[in-house]
T-cell receptor
Framework: AQSVTQLGSHVSVSEGALVLLRCNYS??????LFWYVQYPNQGLQLLLK??????LVKGINGFEAEFKKSETSFHLTKPSAHMSDAAEYFC?????????????FGAGTRLAVHP | KAGVTQTPRYLIKTRGQQVTLSCSPI?????VSWYQQTPGQGLQFLFE???????NKGNFPGRFSGRQFSNSRSEMNVSTLELGDSALYLC?????????????FGSGTQLSVL
């Protein structure tokens, strides 16, 4: 069964520092992987997704993630954190259930950015 | 294009009551999924509807039900509310609900059960 593990429920960085949010997945088949962001009192917004092809995926707001099959990882990075990046980030994997969309989310990582 | 609209935004109910939440997807989207978000359990999949048919269902009791109308709008119903049903309920839509599609989420309905 597919599952997602996000290492670190809280991450704190300084403004301008590197952001690294970790995600590992387990899947018996090649997965589709996603990163979503949730700002306070809002729904989730897609940052980026990996389906097939290039393993380095670029998303919105300067974020990118690299799919590493050998490590079953899909870590999210951003070279320089901005105060507006403070939010909760969710890694997710889709379950192949007759080809239909059923996302399994990780527990989330809350990112704090301090001056 | 208008986004996914969920109503009401906040809801307070007491134990034993029932509640109906509404979700209007993005125009042209035919797949609607529902998720429950709580601090303890995170985001959990409830069910997914496509063309008025439930295609997928998560591991929730039968008190949780839903439906989809011909205009793709969806409703979720919870009967005999329990304290543990207090959560943010998120609705998401996509064109066809296939595995590699982007989901568009609404802002959610915050349900408090007293």
């Amino acid at each position: 069964a597919q599952s997602v593990t996000q290492l670190g429920s809280h991450v704190s960085v300084s403004e301008g520092a590197l952001v690294l949010l970790r995600c590992n997945y387990s899947s018996s088949v090649p997965p589709y992987l996603f990163w979503y962001v949730q700002y306070p009192n809002q729904g989730l917004q897609l940052l980026l997704k990996y389906t097939t092809g290039a393993t380095l995926v670029k998303g919105i707001n300067g974020f990118e993630a690299e799919f590493k099959k050998s490590e079953t990882s899909f870590h999210l990075t951003k070279p320089s954190a901005h105060m507006s990046d403070a939010a909760e980030y969710f890694c997710a994997v889709t379950i192949s259930s007759g080809g239909y969309n059923k996302l399994i989310f990780g527990a989330g990582t809350r990112l704090a950015v301090h001056p | 294009k208008a986004g996914v609209t969920q109503t009401p935004r906040y809801l307070i109910k007491t134990r034993g009551q029932q509640v109906t939440l509404s979700c209007s997807p993005i125009s042209g989207h035919r797949s609607v999924s529902w998720y429950q978000q709580t601090p303890g359990q995170g985001l959990q999949f409830l069910f997914e509807y496509f063309s008025e048919t439930q295609r997928n269902k998560g591991n929730f009791p039968g008190r949780f039900s839903g439906r989809q109308f011909s205009n793709s709008r969806s409703e979720m119903n919870v009967s005999t509310l329990e304290l543990g049903d207090s959560a943010l309920y998120l609705c998401a839509s996509s064109l066809a609900g296939s595995t590699n599609e982007k989901l568009f989420f609404g802002s959610g309905t915050q349900l408090s059960v007293l």
